[in-house]
C-alpha cells in the first residue's frame, strides 16, 4: 500500500473519533477542525515512523497536546477589547455565565498543567477518562497497561489534584 492510501485509510478510520475528541473538549466546532487538520497533517509527515499498531492512540495524544498548546496560546494572546464584550455579554445577560465558563476552563487547564508536569502517566490516565470520556477498559487497552495499573494511576492522580487544590477541587 502507498504512502498516501495508508494515510487515507487509517483518516477515514480515525478521522471521526480525532474530531469527536477535540470538539468534546472544545464545544467548537471549527477550533476541532483545526486541531483534527493539524494533527493528521503531522501524522502525515512523521507516519514512516509512527507504529501502526498504536497510531489511534499517537493520534489522540497529537491531539490533545496540539489542544493544550493552542490553549496555552489563546491564554496569553489579547485579540479583543475586553470593555467591547463586556458589554455585549451584560446586555445579553450571559456575563456571570461566560465568567463562569471561562473561570471553569482556565481551572481545568491548569489542573491539567500542574498534573502532565508532576507525572505524565497520571495526566494520560486522567485525560483519557475525564477529558475524553473513555472507559477504564478502553484506556487500559490504549495505554496498554493491565487495569489495576490504571486503577493505581488513577488513585494517584486523584490524591495528587486533592492535595495541590484540596477546597477548589472539592
Not at 487538520?37 to 501524522?43: E, G, K, M, N, R
Not at 491539567?112 to 470520556?133: C, P
Request: charged share 30%; aromatic share 12%; net charge negative.
Amino acid at each position: 500500500m502507498t504512502k498516501h492510501e495508508t494515510f487515507t485509510e487509517n483518516y477515514k478510520r480515525y478521522g471521526a473519533l480525532v474530531m469527536k475528541s477535540v470538539v468534546a473538549q472544545t464545544k467548537d466546532k471549527e477550533l476541532a477542525a483545526e486541531i483534527c487538520q493539524q494533527t493528521f497533517l503531522h501524522y502525515y509527515r512523521v507516519m514512516d515512523t509512527v507504529d501502526e499498531t498504536r497510531i489511534k492512540a499517537w493520534l489522540l495524544h497529537v491531539a490533545k497536546n496540539l489542544l493544550i498548546d493552542y490553549w496555552r496560546k489563546a491564554s496569553t494572546r489579547r485579540e479583543f477589547s475586553v470593555e467591547s464584550t463586556a458589554e455585549v455579554l451584560e446586555e445579553t445577560g450571559h456575563t456571570a455565565d461566560m465568567e463562569k465558563q471561562c473561570a471553569d476552563r482556565m481551572f481545568i487547564c491548569q489542573l491539567l498543567e500542574d498534573l502532565k508536569e508532576a507525572n505524565e502517566l497520571w495526566f494520560e490516565v486522567i485525560y483519557y477518562i475525564f477529558v475524553l470520556n473513555m472507559s477504564y477498559d478502553e484506556t487500559a487497552k490504549l495505554l496498554d497497561i493491565s487495569p489495576a495499573t490504571l486503577r493505581a494511576r488513577m488513585y494517584r492522580a486523584k490524591n495528587y489534584i486533592k492535595e495541590k487544590y484540596g477546597s477548589e477541587y472539592l
